[in-house]
């Protein structure tokens, strides 16, 4: 391979036949890489608005896209061309196709280059609404052909690792990111309709709170000090309540340095808001409609497959059941917050307890998570969690142990966490002394130092506030029928690639422009 050319560990004679055609274009005064393409149409277009092109003879479309594998024939051939609304055939042929074009398709053209098309429409004789090409300018010469049965590839990390090429070959893995970009989208209109604000907070932080998590640690050299990157952006967001922003939201990155699973990315997105004057109850409402709207506005249907049966979100109210009458629903385990840890294991009915649980307070969310979890299919709020694992939510009225707090579960996961937020300065010093103290117990997720500038704000007063966190990833998941967290992250965290590549090798036939006879027309 020439010098001229990159190498890459994985390149082999493929690549550099594809590389000596961009030369070949440069040596005959072409550009394979060119600045600009005044695209006017996109095939989605194109296609629900046909007649309008093909009832008016002449009517010129201009489109941009990757052309597909081409079935070539004689002084003519057709492929088609894929841009990010869709794909569109095109019939390129030595009659109507001006003559530098017609050569560049015959030369050097290659399915997965990009190509900038200029022609009129026509159906063929199957019907299919095809662009003639009057003109076909190469816009960037692809190096490195498509991987042969890349579509339906086994090896998911192959296809996390190379998103490109898995968004390139598999349209619904487009389709699924678009999907989440709609829901997204949605999710904020409906927030800035019901008079909420979008702010943004720091992702760098002295002191990270807001979840019982691990944090990742980074270094600021300038003011040389150790920063945290957030874990959530809670305690900032009702800074902001106090300060007088009675209803704000943000959509943000967090980051916590904890396991990866089909349902945890170390770093992931989350939806966090508060509102001034709500309670847990309150919001529990808004969560059903929330969720709901940006569904029926991305899928055009509020009916989702949820454990492989259909279930319509608009049906409501979704079940609220306490932690303690989950366990007795759905285990037969008759437990309460005021057991010893004996107790507890007593009536767990053989249900495992792990030796290192060392609280009742822990042993009962143990059980939960690992026996009533796998039951919540349909959304369920879970309400009624002890103060103990929950320490910047307010107290129930008739039960100070006990916190106003839920937590929505749907398709056997964690979708959404929300509690009346705690105002009282006192106690929340409180609360996070407790946290200290279980730290220094040995829990890694409890924060190890109080913020007092926390506290300092709630001094000031922040009205009564309910607080809620969605995990959007997990919420695209549930949208789009995904089993995997990964399958909804363009980009997931993977481990280091050890000693490949990681890539699917091409078809070793991989002369696109190969005379074939084409599909009847």
């Known amino acids: 391979m020439s010098q001229s050319f990159p190498f890459l560990p994985d390149h082999s004679h493929l690549n550099e036949v594809r590389y000596e055609k961009v030369a070949a274009l440069r040596a005959a005064g072409r550009n394979p890489y060119p600045a600009f393409f005044d695209c006017t149409h996109l095939a989605a277009d194109i296609l629900a608005n046909e007649a309008d092109y093909i009832d008016q003879p002449g009517k010129v479309v201009r489109i941009m896209g990757r052309v597909g594998p081409i079935r070539a024939f004689g002084k003519s051939a057709f492929f088609h061309v894929t841009d990010r609304s869709g794909s569109i055939q095109i019939f390129i042929n030595k009659k109507n196709t001006d003559e530098e074009s017609f050569e560049t398709y015959k030369q050097f053209l290659d399915t997965g280059d990009l190509v900038g098309v200029t022609g009129t429409l026509f159906r063929t004789k199957t019907g299919e609404t095809t662009v003639e090409a009057a003109n076909l300018a190469l816009l960037c010469k692809n190096t490195r052909p498509l991987p042969e049965k890349w579509h339906g590839l086994t090896d998911k990390e192959v296809r996390y690792r190379q998103r490109y090429v898995d968004l390139i070959v598999n349209p619904e893995v487009m389709e699924t990111f678009k999907v989440r970009s709609r829901l997204v989208s949605a999710m904020r209109r409906f927030l800035d309709g019901n008079d909420f604000m979008e702010v943004e907070t720091p992702m760098m932080q002295p002191l990270y709170g807001g979840a019982?998590?691990?944090?990742?640690?980074?270094?600021?050299?300038?003011?040389?000090?150790?920063?945290?990157?957030?874990?959530?952006?809670?305690?900032?967001?009702?800074?902001?309540?106090?300060?007088?922003?009675?209803?704000?939201?943000?959509?943000?990155?967090?980051?916590?340095?904890?396991?990866?699973?089909?349902?945890?990315?170390?770093?992931?997105?989350?939806?966090?808001?508060?509102?001034?004057?709500?309670?847990?109850?309150?919001?529990?409402?808004?969560?059903?409609?929330?969720?709901?709207?940006?569904?029926?506005?991305?899928?055009?249907?509020?009916?989702?497959?949820?454990?492989?049966?259909?279930?319509?979100?608009?049906?409501?109210?979704?079940?609220?059941?306490?932690?303690?009458?989950?366990?007795?629903?759905?285990?037969?385990?008759d437990v309460?917050?005021?057991?010893?840890?004996?107790?507890?294991?007593?009536?767990a009915n053989g249900l495992h307890v792990p030796d290192e649980i060392s609280t009742p307070v822990d042993a009962i969310v143990h059980l939960f998570e690992e026996n009533v979890e796998q039951h919540l299919v349909e959304p369920t709020f879970i309400t009624e969690f002890p103060k103990a694992i929950s320490p910047l939510a307010k107290s129930k009225d008739d039960d100070p142990e006990v916190t106003d707090r839920f937590e929505l579960y749907a398709n056997c996961m964690e979708i959404a966490n929300?509690?009346?937020?705690?105002?009282?300065?006192?106690?929340?010093?409180?609360?996070?002394?407790?946290?200290?103290?279980?730290?220094?117990?040995?829990?890694?997720?409890?924060?190890?130092?109080?913020?007092?500038?926390?506290?300092?704000?709630?001094?000031?007063?922040?009205?009564?506030?309910?607080?809620?966190?969605?995990?959007?990833?997990?919420?695209?998941?549930?949208?789009?029928?995904?089993?995997?967290?990964?399958?909804?992250?363009?980009?997931?965290?993977?481990?280091?690639?050890?000693?490949?590549?990681?890539?699917?090798?091409?078809?070793?036939d991989d002369a696109s422009t190969t005379e074939q006879q084409p599909e009847k027309t």
């Not at 309460?336 to 009536?347: D, H, P, Y």
């Open 336 to 347: 309460n917050w005021s057991m010893s840890l004996g107790e507890v294991k007593k009536a």
């Open 212 to 333: 019982a998590a691990r944090p990742f640690v980074t270094h600021h050299n300038t003011l040389d000090m150790d920063l945290y990157l957030r874990i959530a952006p809670e305690l900032y967001l009702k800074r902001l309540v106090v300060g007088g922003m009675h209803r704000v939201y943000e959509i943000n990155r967090n980051f916590r340095n904890e396991g990866i699973s089909t349902q945890h990315n170390p770093e992931f997105t989350m939806l966090e808001l508060y509102a001034g004057g709500w309670n847990a109850s309150l919001l529990m409402d808004f969560v059903e409609e929330l969720l709901t709207e940006p569904i029926r506005a991305a899928l055009g249907t509020t009916v989702i497959t949820l454990g492989g049966a259909e279930f319509d979100l608009a049906r409501r109210p979704w079940p609220r059941i306490s932690i303690i009458g989950a366990l007795a629903k759905f285990c037969g385990i």
């Open 418 to 508: 929300g509690f009346s937020e705690l105002n009282d300065p006192a106690e929340q010093y409180g609360r996070f002394a407790e946290q200290v103290e279980r730290r220094k117990a040995g829990d890694a997720e409890a924060v190890g130092v109080i913020d007092e500038d926390y506290v300092r704000a709630l001094e000031y007063g922040m009205p009564p506030t309910a607080g809620l966190g969605v995990g959007i990833d997990r919420y695209a998941m549930l949208a789009t029928g995904s089993a995997s967290i990964r399958d909804v992250i363009l980009f997931p965290l993977m481990r280091p690639d050890s000693g490949t590549t990681g890539s699917a090798a091409p078809s070793e």
